[in-house]
């Protein structure tokens, strides 16, 4: 539990840190994006997605929450589109090797970074680098956490849809304008069978998103900058969305505090 006064790194002196980390020495890096999602939500929703799941989850297992990391890489396929401000691989693995690194010189010794941008050509990539010099980091989308959400969704995520604009509703309304919101997409390289699209459980014979260059340039290929169907969103989804992404994000945190309490380096190296 929270037992500090301010959720974030960035409201607390350098002594209320210092205390804060013999309690609990796990912090929680969100990561977002800038990124246009469609003509009905903004284009910072990744990054305020990151930011409102990892409140939660901070506020629950009394984690460190970093300073949210607002911009960040993106796939081929995203550059070039109008509202959005990609920043290349090195420039992000780089930032979050720095980070998790300024952060352990205060005594942090377990990190989990919560993206809600598909980054994982990133964070894997900065993951394995920390990994080689013992840092405990466990990487984490929240989509891929919720593995098709059968139960809550009617369509398959993708982008600026039913899943991410429900997500928004719950998180951020005020930022929402579902009077412009259109169903939209447009068509891959190959036989979509054989993709797996963001939070799926996969199936024999198929790719991730990240595994092929078989999209084809948003700025080409979209109109309206949607993927699916946000027409289907609601506050009632979003709010089962979040609570579930924060009550498995949550369990896996307190698993990681129980096996190694504040003070323990998990041994990496």
């Known amino acids: 539990m929270l037992k500090r006064k301010h959720l974030w790194w960035d409201e607390l002196s350098k002594d209320e840190i210092l ?12 990561i977002g994006a800038i990124e246009q999602h469609g003509p ?81 050509a990133a964070t894997l990539v900065a993951m394995n680098k920390l990994g080689l010099e013992g840092h405990f980091v466990l990487t984490c989308h929240w989509y891929d956490f919720l593995r098709d959400s059968q139960n809550i969704l009617e369509t398959p995520m993708t982008h600026a849809d039913e899943a991410e604009t429900s997500m928004a509703l719950s998180l951020y309304p005020q930022y929402i304008d579902m009077s412009k919101a259109v169903d939209d997409g447009g068509e891959s390289l190959i036989n979509p069978d054989f993709q797996i699209k963001p939070g799926m459980t996969p199936k024999p014979g198929q790719m991730y998103h990240f595994e092929g260059t078989f999209a084809r340039p948003e700025y080409k290929e979209l109109k309206s900058g949607v993927i699916g169907f946000p027409s289907k969103a609601t506050k009632e989804k979003g709010d089962k969305l979040v609570e579930t992404a924060v009550d498995l994000m949550s369990q896996v945190i307190e698993d990681v505090i129980e096996r190694f309490p504040a003070g323990v380096q998990p041994p990496v190296k």
């Open 40 to 120: 009905h939500c903004p284009c910072g929703s990744d990054a305020y997605n990151a930011k409102g799941l990892a409140e939660k989850v901070a506020e629950r297992t009394g984690a460190m929450l970093l300073p949210l990391l607002q911009y960040g890489s993106h796939p081929y396929h995203h550059w070039y589109m109008p509202g959005t401000i990609p920043i290349s691989y090195e420039t992000h693995i780089n930032l979050l090797c720095d980070i998790v690194k300024g952060a352990a010189v205060a005594g942090y010794k377990k990190f989990f970074i919560l993206s809600a941008h598909g980054q994982v």
């Open 19 to 30: 205390e804060d980390v013999k309690n609990c020495d796990v912090a929680i890096l969100p």
